[in-house]
């Protein structure tokens, strides 16, 4: 068996990373950058099975370097930090933001980062969509007008997640389609009260949407919105087999507020959501998906990203803060 290739992004002088490589028997040392901008161009030039990139590195830092081979080459990337506590985390959470599969700190033994390097290589990637200029992104935050969520398996709990962590002055309304088994419902949403300080509630035909509210589509029963934003709800066929469906919603809340309009795929199987994402995108709209490692079910987000909607591909203890971003006026 052939060596793996690995480039090794490191500052100019240092070879802490680019000799444990070299050294190794299974790897094979296929190049050295010494800043993100040389690591972007060499991604592309000799096409690495892996790359081994240390955090501090000069230049375009290692989170955009990582976000943009993700979007042009998608390549296994492991981060590698020396920080420690608070900014330890930060350089891990930006790091799995950006795309990379693993960020980890200076192994106190050489082994253990080619063991990583090595497992990781084989992970199934996805090209991402660059992401918008940070000054549009910023442009667009005042006219965010609603959040619509869908999710399936694992749902529950990442709805939890997210809603635990978003302020409860949040100056939209969220829509929510989840499936889950008739009947559980009305416990699910109560829990998600107790969890934090937004208020959830089963949606109800004809009432308004009111700014830092859960509309969650009840039992049986699609979630939409009709004229002056209020709640519409259909028993209408299922659509692929789904009632709620998502993409209902989805298509839905395009209709309603158009560019204002925040999707966000989480956990799931199937492709739910799908068809009202294209819907969202095609109105303007800002599209989140769920990434794989956070993922209970890596199958509507998936779904999502592979057919070019999202415009974000998020870990699930980001979702909320991403959220509050886009839609907090500045």
């Known amino acids: 068996m052939s060596a793996l290739r690995?480039?090794?992004v490191e500052n100019d002088g240092e070879r802490r990373l680019a000799d444990v490589i070299a050294n190794d028997p299974q790897t094979e040392l296929a190049a050295v950058a010494a800043t993100g901008r040389q690591a972007i161009a060499l991604t592309r030039r000799v096409r690495p099975d892996a790359i081994v990139m240390a955090s501090n590195v000069l230049g375009v830092n290692a989170f955009d370097a990582t976000r943009e081979i993700m979007s042009v080459e998608p390549t296994p990337i492991v981060v590698?930090?020396?920080?420690?506590?608070?900014?330890?985390?930060?350089?891990?959470?930006?790091?799995?933001?950006?795309?990379?599969?693993a960020a980890v700190p200076y192994p106190a033994q050489t082994s253990e980062l080619t063991a990583l390097v090595l497992t990781l290589a084989s992970v199934q990637l996805v090209r991402r969509r660059p992401a918008r200029p940070l000054r549009e992104a910023h442009a667009r935050?005042?006219?965010?007008?609603?959040?619509?969520?869908?999710?399936?398996?694992?749902?529950?709990?990442?709805?939890?997640?997210?809603f635990a962590a978003l302020p409860g002055d949040l100056d939209v309304p969220i829509l929510v389609t989840q499936h889950i088994t008739s009947g559980f419902s009305d416990g699910?949403?109560?829990?998600?009260?107790?969890?934090?300080?937004?208020?959830?509630k089963i949606a109800e035909e004809g009432e308004r949407l009111c700014n830092g509210t859960i509309y969650v589509a009840p039992d049986e029963h699609h979630l939409a919105v009709s004229a002056g934003s209020t709640v519409a709800l259909s028993n209408a066929p299922p659509v692929d087999g789904l009632r709620p469906s998502a993409s209902v919603m989805f298509r839905s809340a395009a209709e309603c507020f158009g560019a204002g309009t925040l999707a966000v795929i989480l956990t799931g199987m199937g492709r739910d959501g799908v068809g009202g994402l294209a819907e969202v995108r095609r109105a303007g709209g800002i599209v989140y998906a769920q990434d794989e490692p956070t993922s209970a079910v890596f199958g509507m987000p998936k779904a999502a990203i592979d057919a070019g909607l999202v415009d974000f591909i998020l870990p699930l203890s980001a979702i909320a803060r991403h959220i509050t971003e886009a839609v907090s006026s500045e």
């Open 6 to 8: 690995v480039l090794v």
């Open 80 to 101: 590698v930090f020396d920080e420690v506590g608070a900014s330890a985390e930060r350089a891990r959470t930006r790091s799995q933001e950006a795309g990379a599969v």
């Open 141 to 162: 935050r005042r006219s965010m007008r609603v959040v619509a969520i869908g999710a399936s398996t694992g749902g529950p709990a990442a709805l939890r997640t997210i």
């Open 188 to 200: 699910m949403v109560t829990g998600w009260n107790a969890a934090g300080p937004l208020r959830a």
